[in-house]
């Protein structure tokens, strides 16, 4: 077998607090809890991780309508029909709460047969008229069911009933999206509730979820990933690494596949380039790679595959629609919910993401880049269950280098790109939340916050942690504060979209890694700037400052920190000046301190950063240093602008420093000439290629 792999990547390590999974006296967790403080609200937006317990908050709330809150009926909406199962009867009062939530069978439509199509979803609005003229209170469809009611019984029809979207990020403002131009027809009736779910805290492209003027009327409550993970009980460390190879992806895929390991392996699209072109093909030599094929459980469909060993692996496989309905179900077996045995690997195309509960998953390894950020936090959350002997668990993206044709390079190039995109915003998600303020002269402190040694100083650069809430608040001299409501909600919410948007832009991400010469300026205040003005034109200047600058200082504390707590901690284990190596828990903190206590910490400063500088040490372990250097080149090739006379001239000096040295230019070489030489020979393939030299 092939000797296993650890991609380079990025640790973020939790304190096991179990304060995430303690119940009070109700049965809530803590961020049902928190929600629940808000049952009153008519419009409630809940962004909360995967496994934070979701769907029993939505319980807690709808209960209290139905019985408190002259609410006549409950609508339970999810995305596809293998949520719905999230929504079954629950015994709440066993466990303290006054009311059991309770779904009659025939109002549960996720249950009904049928596929996930257009057409079983229409044959069910029947289905939908005949509750909302019933005395029953809950039922449970999918966004299709729903969306085709409304269109045929109109929102009238549904004045007096609690509206409950689950994975809200479906929806969008766009014209286009069904779901999301009904959900504004319902808040311009005003006559209906909603409670709106998502796990994920953006949708990951340039449309919003909701138009701004519906937004604002939206209650948001807030439970962060640090704070789920920092509360689990098992739980410990989260690593996210991407790993390039080149060839075939089955052949790779021994090297970061684990056996020991409980693993969820999604293979790429059939129509993207690391496809092979047979999923069936490609499932089978993904089992080959891990032992002998012996045989097919005939009550589960598992594979049963035969390591060296002699440990039998149980394979389920979820890409062969013959074998789909048998493996889901048993999968699905509440009976085997707790076993850590039932299956050891899970191969699936297109299944296996939003809304899938297996709490042993130690391993999200995935194929291919994914063009949805949504989708990739998705999946990274099959792996964030807590389980006993489960302390640490990975994402790994697994993605094809670039070869030495040049039409593969820009792709693998963009695929590279958008990967270090989805690492650097997934460090955003997982980090504690940011509270920025400006410095205070007087004493500016919060309740609940630990200052560090010495406390709060009056005039100093202060960051005090609430570990509770897992927030930091931090002073920074220059900041400016924005002047709306809307933009105050912005800079507390919504600062990961921008960021989003930020590292989305492969433009951004190519000059902020590859050109040396790039001012930092030209990004954080420039491009930055463009974003937030581009995202909420309707802002005034100050608010758009605001949140430019709030978006700037925590996408570059999350790099810097890292860096810091990396540098510290070795630092503190070789015997040098760094003091005690700090727990595990606390090095992001101690991070963050580390950076800010060394800086007169001001807007200024923080602007002059090129934020992307601690990524390029991640790729650069990553990435085979030949490959790297034509990732630099075919992107240097991309932003120069060397007319093509002078490209020429220079490539025929470049010709001749290859046989005066014995090798071509290096486009990362020192010297200004050498480099400038590199430049113009790429540029000059470029000109050359368009037809600029036919004369």
């Known amino acids: 077998m092939t000797a296993k792999i650890t991609p380079p990547s990025v640790s973020v390590q939790y304190g096991q607090t179990g304060a995430s999974t303690k119940a009070n006296e109700f049965g809530m967790r803590a961020m049902q809890e928190r929600a629940y403080a808000k049952r009153g609200e008519q419009y409630l937006l809940i962004k909360s991780p995967p496994a934070s317990g979701k769907s029993r908050a939505l319980m807690f709330i709808a209960l209290d309508k139905l019985n408190n809150q002259d609410i006549k009926q409950a609508i339970i909406v999810v995305p596809e029909r293998s949520i719905g199962g999230s929504f079954a009867d629950e015994p709440l009062s066993k466990f303290g709460f ?84 009904q959900l504004g027809a319902f808040m311009a009736r005003d006559k209906v509730h909603i409670i709106a ?3 994920s805290y953006f949708r990951g492209d340039a449309v919003p979820v909701l138009a701004a003027e519906d937004e604002i009327k939206f209650q948001t409550v807030t439970y962060t ?60 030599e993904i089992m080959h790679s891990l032992g002998v094929w012996k045989v097919e459980a005939p009550v589960t469909g598992f594979h049963l595959v035969e390591r060296p060993n002699g440990r039998a ?159 930091f608040h931090i002073e920074i001299k220059g900041l400016v504060e924005p002047e709306s409501a809307e933009g105050a909600r912005i800079c507390q919410e919504d600062i990961n979209e921008v960021i989003t948007a930020f590292v989305q832009d492969p433009r951004t991400v190519e000059r902020g890694l590859f050109d040396e010469d790039v001012v930092p300026e030209e990004l954080t205040q420039l491009k930055m700037g463009d974003i937030v003005k581009e995202k909420y034109p309707e802002l005034t200047e100050t608010d758009r400052e605001a949140i430019r600058q709030r978006a700037v200082a925590a996408f570059t504390l999350v790099q810097q920190a890292r860096k810091a707590a990396e ?90 420093f290859k046989k005066e040295r014995g090798r071509l230019p290096d486009i990362t070489s020192t010297d200004a000439w050498e480099k400038r030489l590199a430049e113009g020979r790429l540029a000059f393939g470029k000109h050359k290629s368009a037809g600029a030299y036919d004369e």
């Open 98 to 181: 006054d009311y059991d939530w309770k779904v009659e069978p025939q109002w549960n439509l996720c249950n009904a047969p049928g596929a996930d199509d257009v057409r079983v979803a229409r044959s069910k609005v029947a289905a939908v008229g005949e509750f909302l003229a019933s005395s029953d209170r809950a039922l449970v469809c999918t966004h299709a069911t729903f969306r085709f009611a409304v269109e045929e019984l109109g929102v009238e029809a549904f004045d007096g009933r609690l509206i409950a979207i689950d994975e809200f990020h479906h929806v969008s403002a766009s014209g286009d999206n069904v779901l999301g131009t």
């Open 225 to 284: 990933y640090y704070e789920q993970l920092n509360g689990y009980e098992h739980l410990k460390q989260l690593d996210l690494g991407y790993f390039f190879y080149s060839g075939r992806y089955t052949d790779a895929v021994d090297k970061v596949l684990d056996p020991d390991k409980k693993t969820i392996v999604h293979i790429p699209n059939v129509n993207s380039r690391e496809s092979l072109g047979d999923k069936l093909r490609e499932t089978e």
């Open 197 to 199: 779910m998502t796990g």
């Open 567 to 656: 540098r510290g901690t070795t630092t503190a284990a070789t015997g040098g000046d760094g003091g005690d190596e700090p727990a595990a828990n606390t090095a992001f903190i101690d991070g963050v301190r580390r950076f800010v206590n060394v800086r007169d910490l001001d807007i200024d400063m923080i602007d002059r950063i090129n934020p992307f500088g601690p990524a390029f040490a991640i790729l650069s372990k990553t990435l085979d240093p030949k490959i790297l250097k034509q990732v630099q080149e075919a992107i240097a090739a991309k932003r120069t602008t060397i007319p093509a006379n002078e490209a020429r001239d220079l490539a025929v000096r470049a010709v001749k």
């Open 313 to 471: 692996l149980r394979i389920a496989d979820l890409v062969d629609p013959a074998r789909q309905a048998k493996t889901i179900a048993a999968l699905k077996d509440p009976a085997q919910k707790n076993n850590r045995d039932h299956v050891d690997i899970i191969i699936a195309l297109g299944m296996a993401k939003e809304g899938f509960d297996w709490i042993w998953c130690e391993h999200a390894l995935t194929i291919g880049y994914r063009n949805s950020l949504t989708e990739i936090i998705q999946i990274i959350g099959r792996a964030t269950r807590d389980a006993p002997g489960k302390p640490k668990a990975r994402f790994t993206n697994l993605i094809a280098e670039p070869d030495a044709a040049e039409d593969t390079v820009v792709d693998a190039v963009n695929d590279t790109l958008k990967a270090i995109a989805a690492s650097l915003l997934m460090e955003q998600v997982l980090a504690p939340r940011f509270n920025f303020t400006p410095r205070h002269n007087d004493d500016g402190r919060l309740d609940g916050y630990d200052y560090g040694e010495g406390g709060y100083k009056p005039g100093g650069s202060n960051v005090g942690f609430d570990e509770e809430t897992g927030q």
